[in-house]
C-alpha cells in the first residue's frame, strides 16, 4: 500500500527525522495561507501524487511570493500531471504540499528494502542523491552502499556509522545521520513497510541534515497490525475496479488487451495469459478468484472483468485444487443468466469436482465454448476475439 | 524413494481442528499420509478426526516423534507457529498459510540460522510424494508415483504442469511447492539439490515466475552441479512491470526480474526452456525419450 508524501513525511516526523516546515492544501487560497504561515520568502509547492518523476512533469515549483504560490498551487490542482511513471493520461492532482524552501549544499539517497535475496531488512545509501538510484547502481555500482540489518539486534549505532562515513556524511554531520538512520529504521519496523526512501536526504542551511523527499510502501498483509496506516490509504489514487474486486475477494489487474480472463492461483493467471500472448492475443485483465470460491465470487468476478469496456471474449481457466468445480459451475450460470452476456465465453474446468461441475454446464443449455485444456482454451479465446475483431472490421465499426 | 517426505514421515497439523485443516488432513490420510495427530492451541488432550490434539508442537513431538508441520494456522499466527515448530526441532516444515507479514518472515529466517530445519513456503500448496504422503492443498488425483521432480513457486500452475505429464504417462518422485512469498524457505537451489540425490528422479521439472533471481541462481548452480536435465517455466511474459501479480513476491522491480530475462538466461544455462505453458508436459515427454534413448555404457 502507498502513501502520499505529504503522509509519509508526517509519519517520519512522528518518528525524529527532520523535515522541512510545510502543509498539505487542496486550494489554492489554502495554498497561500500556508505559505504566509510557514513564513520566510521562498516556498516549493509540491503536487501529491502516487507517482515518482514528479519534477520532471513540472508538479514541483519553486515560488518567490505568496502570489507566485498560489498560481502554482492553482495551475496544479484539478489538473493531470503526467510523469515517466504514470500513463499518458497522468493522474489528477488534488493537493499539493507547500513547504519552505532549502538552500541544498549536498544530495544524498537513503532508503530501507526488504531484500530478497539477504532476505533481510536492507538499507541503501548513496551519495548521489536526487537521482534515480536504480540508475545509479547500474552506471556506478560502488556509488550504492547496502547494509543488511541484522532482525535479531536491530540497526546499531556502529552500522549507521560505517554507512554515514562511506557516503561522506562525517564531523557534525555524522550524529545527525545516525539519529535519522535510526528513526527511519524504527519507523520502517513499527510500521511492517516494504520500501522507505528518502531522496533527496539533503545537507541545507547551516549543515543541517533533512529529508527533502520522503516515500514509503506498507505491507497490506500488516496493516491489521497498524490500522492507522490505512487512513493514509488514498482510494482516487487506486483503479476503482481494481478497489471492487478487492472487495470481493479477488485480486484484479487491468490491462489494455480485449480477452477477459478468470483463474484461480496467481501463477496459473499468469500462465493463462501468457498462453494467450503466445497464440497471439492480448489478455483485458489478470484476475485471481483465489481458494474455495463461492459461486457468488465468480458472478461477481464476471461482473468486474465485464466492466472493462475493451473485453471481447471471456476466458475462465480454474483448476480447482482446493476450488470446486461445481461451485465455479453454478458461479458461471449464475452469471450468464443474471448479467445478459453477450461476449462469448470459454471454460476450461479441471481438477476437484470436474463431472459435478461439466454436468452443470452441459445441463444449463447455455452457449459456452468448451474447452479441454489449457492450450485449446488459449487457442480458442483468441480465435474468438480474431473472429469479433474482422466482423467488426467489415462493418466498418471496430478499428 | 522421493525427497523431503515419505510413507515413514510422521506429520502434525499445527492448526489441526480449523475447517481448511480438518478437510485436508482428511484427504492426506486417505492418501496414504501418516499423521500423527495436531496441534491446537486450547484444544490439547481432545481427539479430532480420530487423532490425538496437543497445546504446543514440543509436547506432539514427545508424545508422537513427529518431524513433518503442515502449518495451516491463519497467516496473522503463521509466523509464530513456525517459530514454535522450529523450536520443537521439527525438521521438515511446510507452511500453507498465505499472507503472512514479510517482516514477521525475515525473523523467522534469522531464528533458522543454527537450526536443523526447513521450511517450504509459505504460501504453498503443500509437497506431495504421491501414493505416499501428501502435506498441503493440492488435488491429489493428479499426482501418479514416477520417476519426475518437481518444484514450483505457483500451486495452480503446479497442477497444470503434473496433469499435463500424467496425461502422457510420467509421474512424479515428489513435488515440491515453495510458495509465491518474496521472504520465503527452501529456494529452487536447496530443492534442486535434493533431486540431484535422489536415486528416483531422473528429471526435474522447475516452474518459476517473475520477481526476485532464485530461478536464474538455480539454473546457474545446476550448470555446474546438476546431473540431470531441467525442464523449465517463467510464468509472466505477458505481466506488465511494477505490478504485483496475485504472488507477494511476483513483481517485476528490475530488467532483470522478467520473464524474458529470465528464460533466456536459463536457456543459455542449458536449461530446457518451455515457451508455451500448454507445451510443459510434451517438453518432459521429449526430454525423457531423449535420455532413456541414450545406450548405456
Redesign the interface.
Known amino acids: 500500500m502507498n502513501i502520499h508524501e505529504y503522509q509519509t513525511k508526517e509519519l517520519l516526523k512522528s518518528y525524529g527525522v527532520p523535515i522541512p516546515e510545510g502543509r498539505v492544501a487542496d486550494s489554492e487560497s489554502l495554498a497561500g495561507i500556508v505559505a504566509k504561515e510557514i513564513g520566510g520568502d521562498r516556498w516549493a509547492i509540491k503536487a501529491q501524487i502516487h507517482a515518482g518523476g514528479r519534477g520532471k512533469g513540472g508538479g514541483v515549483q519553486l515560488a518567490n511570493s505568496i502570489e507566485e504560490v498560489r498560481k502554482h498551487a492553482d495551475k496544479m490542482i484539478g489538473t493531470n500531471l503526467v510523469t515517466p511513471q504514470t500513463t499518458k493520461e497522468g493522474k489528477l492532482v488534488q493537493r499539493v504540499l507547500v513547504e519552505s524552501a532549502q538552500q541544498i549544499s549536498k544530495e544524498f539517497y537513503l532508503g530501507l528494502i526488504i531484500d530478497r535475496i539477504r532476505q533481510r531488512i536492507t538499507i541503501i545509501a548513496s551519495a548521489s542523491g536526487g537521482m534515480d538510484i536504480e540508475a545509479v547502481a547500474e552506471s556506478d555500482p560502488d556509488k550504492v552502499i547496502r547494509e543488511a540489518v541484522d532482525p535479531a539486534i536491530g540497526l546499531p549505532e556502529f552500522q549507521c556509522r560505517k554507512i554515514a562515513a562511506r557516503i561522506g556524511l562525517t564531523g557534525a554531520l555524522m550524529p545527525q545521520a545516525v539519529k535519522l538512520m535510526q528513526a527511519l529504521y524504527r519507523c520502517f519496523r513499527d510500521k511492517d513497510a516494504l520500501m522507505a526512501e528518502i531522496n533527496p536526504l539533503a545537507i541545507v542551511n547551516e549543515n543541517k541534515l533533512i529529508a527533502l523527499d520522503a516515500k514509503m510502501s506498507f505491507d497490506s498483509n500488516a496493516v491489521h497490525l497498524h490500522p492507522e496506516i490505512l487512513n493514509y490509504r488514498d482510494f482516487d489514487e487506486e483503479d476503482a475496479k481494481e478497489v471492487e474486486a478487492t472487495g470481493h475477494g479477488l485480486n484484479y489487474i487491468a490491462l489494455d488487451g480485449n480477452v477477459g480472463c478468470i483463474v484461480n492461483g496467481a501463477g496459473l493467471a499468469m500462465a493463462t495469459m501468457d498462453a494467450i500472448t503466445y497464440h497471439g492475443g492480448n489478455p483485458a485483465n489478470f484476475l485471481d478468484v483465489g481458494g474455495g470460491a463461492s459461486p457468488e465470487k465468480i458472478a461477481n468476478a464476471f461482473r468486474i472483468v465485464r466492466k472493462d469496456p475493451n473485453v471481447k471474449t471471456i476466458l475462465l481457466n480454474i483448476f480447482a485444487g482446493i476450488n470446486r468445480c461445481d461451485w465455479v459451475a453454478e458461479g458461471v450460470v449464475q452469471a450468464m443468466q443474471k448479467q445478459d452476456i453477450t461476449e462469448p465465453v470459454i471454460v476450461r474446468l479441471s481438477g476437484t469436482n470436474y463431472a459435478q461441475g461439466q454436468k452443470i454446464l452441459d445441463d444449463s443449455g447455455l452457449p459456452f465454448i468448451n474447452a479441454n485444456d489449457l492450450d485449446d482454451a488459449a487457442r480458442k479465446a483468441v480465435e474468438t476475439v480474431n473472429e469479433i475483431t474482422q466482423s467488426l472490421t467489415q462493418n466498418g465499426l471496430g478499428r | 524413494m522421493s525427497i523431503l517426505i515419505n510413507k515413514d514421515s510422521r506429520v502434525i497439523y499445527q492448526g489441526f481442528t480449523g475447517q ?1 485443516a480438518t478437510f485436508h488432513a482428511e484427504e492426506a490420510i486417505k492418501h496414504g499420509t501418516n499423521i500423527v495427530g495436531g496441534v491446537t492451541p486450547g484444544k490439547g488432550g481432545m481427539t479430532h478426526i480420530g487423532l490425538p490434539v496437543f497445546e504446543t508442537v514440543s509436547d506432539a513431538v514427545r508424545e508422537t516423534g513427529a518431524n513433518v508441520s503442515g502449518i495451516f494456522v491463519p ?2 499466527f503463521a509466523a509464530d507457529a513456525i517459530l514454535e515448530a522450529i523450536e520443537a526441532g521439527i525438521k521438515t516444515i511446510i507452511v500453507i498459510a498465505d ?9 523467522v ?2 531464528y533458522l540460522i543454527g537450526h536443523d530445519a526447513m521450511i517450504y513456503g509459505p504460501n504453498t ?1 503443500g509437497v506431495i510424494t504421491p501414493g505416499e504422503c501428501k502435506v498441503g ?3 491429489a488425483n ?1 499426482y501418479k508415483p514416477g520417476r519426475i521432480g518437481v518444484v ?9 504442469a503434473v ?2 505429464m500424467t496425461k502422457l504417462g510420467h509421474g512424479q518422485s515428489t513435488s515440491v511447492g515453495i510458495g ?1 512469498d ?2 520465503n524457505g527452501a529456494s529452487f537451489v536447496n530443492v534442486l539439490k535434493a533431486f540431484n540425490e535422489d536415486p528416483d528422479t531422473d528429471a526435474v521439472v522447475l ?1 518459476g ?5 532464485q530461478e536464474v541462481d538455480a539454473a546457474l548452480w545446476a550448470k555446474e552441479n546438476m546431473k540431470k536435465p531441467i525442464i523449465g ?1 517463467i ?6 512491470a511494477g ?1 504485483r ?6 513483481i517485476i522491480s ?1 530488467e532483470a526480474d522478467t ?1 524474458e530475462a529470465k528464460m533466456n538466461r536459463m536457456e543459455e544455462l542449458g536449461v530446457h526452456v518451455v ?5 510443459i508436459g510434451s517438453t518432459v515427454d521429449r526430454v525423457m525419450k531423449s535420455i532413456t534413448a541414450v545406450p548405456l555404457t
Open positions: 481448511h497467516p496473522q499472507g503472512i507479514p514479510v517482516q514477521g518472515m525475515v525473523r529466517k534469522r500448496a492443498i493440492m488435488p493428479i514450483s513457486r505457483s500451486g495452480t500452475l503446479n497442477y497444470e496433469e499435463q509465491g518474496p521472504i516452474i515466475e517473475i520477481g526476485g533471481s517455466f510464468a509472466g511474459v505477458s505481466a506488465p505490478r501479480m496475485g504472488h507477494a513476491g511476483a528490475a520473464a515457451r508455451n505453458p500448454a507445451d
